[in-house]
């Protein structure tokens, strides 16, 4: 710099240089405060049915939002956020800042229990849920099985698994507790007090308006036994009827809505929205669907979906879900290869993390398909699987043979405890399922 010569101009010199260090400073303050996120909203192949007890009364229910046309978007160029990043309520609101203090309290072996589902039998639990539950911190259960013991005895059930959840096992954290209630063959809940739910393709035959106040009586009779998250509805658009009956784990059940993405989207979000309003989270499923499929993934091995691209017109309605609100997402088992030759869906960070966080905004809860028993997946050792589905994006893995789980768990512990990075991605995820539960009242 050259020297002024005078004391006087050196002084002018240095403030000029100072204003414009501090409007340099505001700008990129302001710029920084409002460059937000990308836009945000809110399993089963084989059928489950069981049993429950007398409804609650049916409230007005919400407006229904219209399905949008159906035209394929055009591809998404921004970048999506990096796979560690939580996701949700930010630790500056009230649910956030209680997720975070309780996180900061958690060992490593609870963290990873908050990421896990374990399933229970609905009729009772066994020592393998139990010792899931107890031993290895596992924070939520999946109900299955069938049963037709009503309200009453089914309530006792999910209220027995649901209490050893809780306390210094998991610093006061309560449990996510799902069940499949989709209706027809797809019903594990059942006998008095739960209502005989037709099946989705029947279901898509009534106006969206009556279909979200059924859904509604549906959720508050699940709700009623201590269910708050139903995987459901269906949102796979299946070909045609005539191709139905090929579609080995939707159209031969009558699992969907419709033969349209619009048709699904309009059915599918009314029954979401029936349970939402009714207290109980909906995990939308299959993603990016699997309604052009003739295998079933939970009993066949090789399930290839060669027709469906990263933009297409069928997964349409899962967009609409995510820009309703939808809290939950579930990944399909099978593999895409127009969309990534290398990996099946659940373990794809193209399917998992490109498409649910960057295409779609989603900020919800991204939980697996069950990855324990499913015959699609057998031939990666099953300590990789949960760390495979959390490291492609994944929130929560769900395990429907609680005789595995111990396998799983024990897998995502000795990744973590190996690898800062993963360990990262593990805190993310239990955070964003910390910020899921305080927001519903499960955290002491």
């Not at 309200?151 to 096992?169: D, H, L, P, W, Y």
Request: aromatic letters at 6%; proline letters at 9%; one cysteine or more.
């Amino acid at each position: 710099m050259v020297a002024l010569g005078n004391k006087r101009w050196w002084i002018i010199g240095a403030s000029i240089v100072g204003v414009a260090l501090v409007v340099t400073l505001v700008v990129l303050f302001f710029n920084d405060r409002l460059a937000g996120p990308a836009s945000s909203a809110g399993s089963s192949s084989a059928p489950a049915p069981a049993t429950s007890g007398a409804a609650s009364p049916t409230p007005s229910p919400p407006t229904p939002v219209p399905s949008p046309s159906v035209p394929t978007p055009a591809p998404t160029t921004a970048a999506p956020p990096p796979a560690s990043a939580s996701q949700g309520p930010t630790s500056d609101s009230p649910a956030g800042g209680v997720a975070a203090a309780k996180l900061a309290a958690m060992s490593l072996e609870q963290k990873v229990g908050q990421v896990l589902m374990v399933s229970s039998p609905v009729t009772g639990a066994d020592a393998d849920s139990l010792y899931a539950v107890d031993t290895l911190y596992v924070g939520n259960v999946f109900m299955k099985g069938r049963s037709e013991a009503g309200q009453a005895g089914i309530g006792a059930e999910v209220s027995a698994i649901a209490g050893q959840v809780s306390g210094a096992r998991t610093e006061g954290v309560r449990p996510f507790v799902a069940t499949d209630q989709e209706g027809g063959f797809v019903q594990i809940m059942r006998g008095p007090g739960f209502a005989d739910m037709p099946q989705a393709i029947e279901q898509g035959r009534l106006p969206a308006p009556e279909l979200l106040a059924d859904a509604t009586a549906w959720g508050q009779q699940l709700a009623g036994v201590g269910v708050n998250v139903n995987l459901a509805p269906v949102l796979d658009t299946v070909t045609s009827a005539a191709f139905a009956p090929q579609n080995a784990p939707i159209g031969a059940f009558g699992r969907e809505f419709g033969y349209t993405p619009a048709a699904v989207s309009s059915a599918g979000l009314a029954f979401a929205q029936g349970m939402m309003a009714a207290g109980v989270d909906p995990a939308v499923k299959h993603f990016p669907g699997l309604g052009r499929v003739t295998l079933n993934t939970d009993v066949s091995a090789g399930v290839v979906d060669d027709t469906t691209v990263r933009h297409d017109p069928y997964i349409e309605p899962f967009r609409d879900a995510v820009d309703a609100g939808v809290p939950w997402l579930m990944i399909s088992n099978a593999s895409y290869p127009l969309i990534d030759p290398d990996d099946m869906a659940p373990f794809s960070p193209v399917i998992v993390h490109d498409m649910v966080r960057g295409d779609l905004g989603f900020d919800g809860i991204i939980v697996s398909d069950d990855i324990c028993d499913a015959v699609q997946v057998a031939a990666v050792p099953v300590s990789e699987r949960g760390v495979l589905f959390l490291k492609a994006g994944g929130t929560m893995a769900l395990c429907t043979n609680q005789s595995l789980m111990p396998q799983m768990y024990q897998g995502l512990v000795d990744a973590a405890e190996g690898d800062p990075g993963f360990a990262a991605q593990i805190d993310a995820a239990a955070l964003l399922v910390l910020q899921a539960k305080a927001d519903k009242g499960l955290i002491d």
